[in-house]
């Protein structure tokens, strides 16, 4: 089923509105709020924006951590129209602020509508997953965030070019109808029942916040997505507070061309959270994050170039002028790649951590997501007043400063959770090598141990059913395959196990097996070839005893595996080299799981008939 078809249900359309003109109403006020200090109020015009951001944020980092608890202990969707009753308040004070074009009276409501925000947070992350299946969760996801910056685009539109024409009191009267529209689709949003109704809430800011933050850290894999997450938010806002200030400052142009640019952005981060369900073939596939991280730098670096070598213009131009200057086309494709590859890093993100958080607490790691985030973004306005403001220095000079800080920030993730490149591996190998068709995967339990037994066909048998398997996986594989150059890295990040024969090395024997006792008891899945090594003919092979070893010692459910179609590959031992079929690239791999077989029932015998007769219905 197309991720678009989730726009024909009640569980999702009026959740998707609802979030979309909450974001729809957020970036017609900043924008509003934005011309109107670049361009109508004499002034440090960079420094009055980057304020303006913080005081957005700051009530992320202040009430996230309340409004997690209250997400995860009541109904959430009479909490969703509360905020949304909220915001036409807001939107209220906000009309006679702009009436009054009053500076400091809307600052006042830039942090209201943080605060709404804020409290909205948790409960739109632990919504879906309550509503959505684990295999909608990328295109749901992928969806929320695209509709949010397509918001985005619109509120910039409508924000930036509608003041001269309608007026501020205009822009009052869209902001209250907005909100009043995202009132009424909350209300038919689906009742969602509370995921721990027996918490306590605790109202002390500091204390809550404090202990959002220290329970984070106890699932390793999302709170380092949750610091990835942090970090695009760091980045982005680095560019999106700057647009304005870049575009008349760097590129002299007007509002407009403000407009234009913004535009661009979101237009590339809605097509990258729209790709991400046909990339990762509805998986959440978190090879994805270091492609996007990749793009994320070479456009940001790019830009940064292009405009620091942007000649100057007396007067500022026009949509038509600036599209007269060479290299403006350049620009707005940088910004366009900056916001797919945006998209492609931040989708699988949230994704991973709706995934693998325990339902009862989701609410409340999103809210921890939110408080870091918002940290992120906070340091990200004062970096920007520090390069600006007190070293004088460029806003390229800033992109640069950002861009390099992106570079080693994700390396430092991706080396601290090597998982996230041997993912991108994984994916890159059966994206564009093979095309796998999986069949009975949900017979993999989602928790719990479990020892997965297949035949062995190549090198890359781990790969491919690393790639396809939700769960992370130790495979069991012979020591000369785990030291084969570069595979050994994938291999060794993956924690592998690696074996050899009883006579061959008695020590490394007796570790593989007392790694397997470690792994099942702590709840891991084990993947074992049981051959005892790659199939000199493409046939399957007589298991060998360890299989039923570690079944004595270990008793677990037993998944029997096929894989097919991969005999004559580069990566098989076929004789010759010469003899390796070409035509087995982009091969249709067979990829069969059988039903789980209990302990008492699993042995040599057994296994071996079950994996052949997955195996023969792979050809048939």
């Not at 709404?116 to 295999?135: A, D, E, H, M, R």
Request: positive net charge.
């Amino acid at each position: 089923m197309s991720q678009f078809n989730l726009l024909n249900e009640k569980r999702f359309l009026p959740f998707f509105l609802t979030q979309f003109f909450g974001a729809f109403n957020d970036n017609v006020f900043k924008n509003a709020l934005g011309i109107m200090v670049t361009y109508n109020i004499v002034g440090d015009s960079a420094t009055l924006l980057s304020i303006a951001a913080g005081l957005f944020i700051l009530p992320f980092f202040l009430f996230s951590a309340i409004a997690g608890q209250v997400a995860d202990k009541y109904e959430k969707s009479n909490l969703i129209k509360f905020v949304k009753l909220f915001e036409i308040l807001v939107m209220l004070l906000a009309a006679i602020g702009f009436y009054f074009q009053n500076t400091y009276l809307l600052f006042i409501v830039l942090f209201l509508m943080g605060t709404q925000s804020s409290l909205f947070g948790p409960v739109k992350y632990g919504y879906l997953p309550q509503k959505l299946n684990k295999n909608e969760l990328i295109g749901g996801n992928g969806l929320i965030e695209s509709s949010t910056f397509l918001a985005i685009l619109l509120g910039t539109i409508v924000g930036t070019l509608l003041p001269p024409v309608v007026g501020y009191l205009g822009i009052s009267l869209i902001v209250i109808l907005i909100a009043i529209f995202g009132f009424f689709s909350s209300t038919f949003i689906p009742k969602t029942p509370a995921a721990s109704p027996e918490l306590r809430v605790n109202l002390n800011i500091f204390t809550e916040t404090f202990r959002n933050i220290k329970f984070l850290p106890e699932n390793r894999v999302v709170f380092l997505s949750i610091l990835a997450i942090s970090w695009f938010w760091f980045y982005g806002s680095i560019f999106l507070m700057q647009i304005q200030n870049f575009t008349k400052n760097i590129l002299f142009g007007n509002e407009v061309v403000v407009a234009l640019l913004l535009s661009m952005f979101s237009i590339g981060i809605a097509i990258g959270s729209l790709l991400c369900e046909k990339l990762s073939g509805k998986r959440v596939e978190i090879g994805l994050v270091p492609l996007g991280a990749i793009g994320m730098a070479l456009f940001g670096w790019d830009l940064a170039v292009t405009a620091e070598n942007w000649n100057h213009y007396p007067q500022l131009m026009n949509l038509s002028s600036f599209l007269d200057v060479e290299h403006s086309y350049r620009i707005l494709l940088d910004l366009m790649f900056i916001g797919i590859s945006g998209g492609i890093y931040i989708v699988p993100l949230y994704a991973l951590i709706q995934e693998r958080s325990d339902s009862k607490t989701l609410s409340r790691v999103i809210a921890g997501n939110n408080i870091i985030n918002a940290l992120f973004m906070v340091t990200a306005a004062i970096l920007a007043l520090l390069v600006l403001s007190v070293l004088d220095l460029t806003i390229p000079d800033l992109f640069k400063i950002t861009v390099g800080l992106n570079i080693i920030v994700t390396l430092y993730i991706f080396t601290v959770v090597p998982e996230f490149l041997m993912r991108l591996i994984v994916w890159f190998l059966i994206s564009t090598i093979y095309r796998v068709k999986p069949k009975g995967m949900e017979n993999i339990p989602q928790e719990g141990p479990a020892l997965l037994v297949c035949n062995h066909i190549s090198f890359v048998d781990p790969l491919i059913l690393g790639g396809f398997i939700r769960r992370p996986v130790r495979f069991i594989m012979y020591y000369k395959i785990y030291n084969v150059p570069i595979l050994k890295w994938i291999f060794k990040a993956a924690k592998a196990i690696p074996v050899a024969g009883r006579k061959e090395n008695p020590e490394m024997y007796e570790q593989a097996f007392a790694s397997v006792r470690e792994a099942l008891s702590n709840g891991d899945i084990v993947c074992i070839f049981p051959e005892g090594g790659l199939t000199p003919d493409g046939s399957i092979q007589e298991f060998r005893a360890g299989v039923e070893r570690i079944i004595k010692e270990t008793p677990v459910p037993v998944i029997p595996m096929a894989l097919n179609n991969l005999w004559g590959s580069l990566f098989s031992r076929k004789d010759k080299l010469k003899d390796r079929r070409p035509r087995k690239f982009l091969a249709k791999i067979d990829l069969n799981v059988g039903k789980p077989i209990k302990p008492e029932n699993a042995n040599i015998e057994v296994l071996y008939k079950e994996v052949l007769r997955l195996k023969n219905e792979g050809i048939k």
